[in-house]
T-cell receptor, first 111, second 111 residues
């Protein structure tokens, strides 16, 4: 069974700082990896999808990288803003279309 | 199309009652997923449909839980004889390709 771990569990940074969130997975035979954002009490918003053949994917101030061989992905957020405060989740699907999620990193950006 | 829609957003029910949740996926998406999320945890897979066929079910989906997707469009998740341990956020997602899109969830509280 795929296990997904996210470090750190919580992070607090001043506005404007660049930051990195980490995601690791135990089974490197993945098709893709998806990063989500979740605001308190809300559903998940898709941020980035990285296919297994890709090494990076960028959207605005977000950049996600994938290293399948080491079982790791990182989400880089540039010039953080208070509106970035949320929980960030990574998810990896198995061959049967079931997504395995980490427990998330709770980010607080302090104005 | 405004994305995946879930109804109701909140449900409070007494222990032992039955509840039903509805999910309307993005219109062209043939895949539909149900997940359950408890506080501080990542979403856990419950079940997966491709069109109207239920192809995967988690062991979390006890015999009190049933899901349907008639005609391959909207889906319902029913919980019979609710227990306090069923209190959670129930999330629905849909996809056509690799990227999954989630709804806002239904928050269930069993009292």
């Amino acid at each position: 069974k795929q296990e997904v771990t996210q470090i750190p569990a919580a992070l607090s940074v001043p506005e404007g700082e660049n930051l990195v969130l980490n995601c690791s997975f135990t089974d490197s035979a993945i098709y893709n990896l998806q990063w989500f954002r979740q605001d308190p009490g809300k559903g998940l918003t898709s941020l980035l999808l990285i296919q297994s053949s890709q090494r990076e994917q960028t959207s605005g101030r977000l950049n996600a990288s994938l290293d399948k061989s080491s079982g790791r992905s990182t989400l880089y957020i540039a010039a953080s803003q208070p509106g970035d405060s949320a929980t960030y989740l990574c998810a990896v699907p198995n061959t049967g279309n079931q997504f395995y999620f980490g427990t998330g990193t709770s980010l607080t950006v302090i104005p | 199309d405004t994305g995946v829609s879930q109804d109701p957003r909140h449900k409070i029910t007494k222990r032992g009652q039955n509840v039903t949740f509805r999910c309307d996926p993005i219109s062209e998406h043939n895949r539909l997923y149900w997940y359950r999320q408890t506080l501080g945890q990542g979403p856990e897979f419950l079940t997966y449909f491709q069109n109207e066929a239920q192809l995967e079910k988690s062991r979390l989906l006890s015999d009190r839980f049933s899901a349907e997707r008639p005609k391959g469009s909207f889906s319902t998740l029913e919980i019979q004889r609710t227990e306090q341990g069923d209190s959670a956020m129930y999330l629905c997602a849909s996809s056509y390709g690799a990227e999954a899109f989630f709804g806002q969830g239904t928050r269930l509280t069993v009292v």
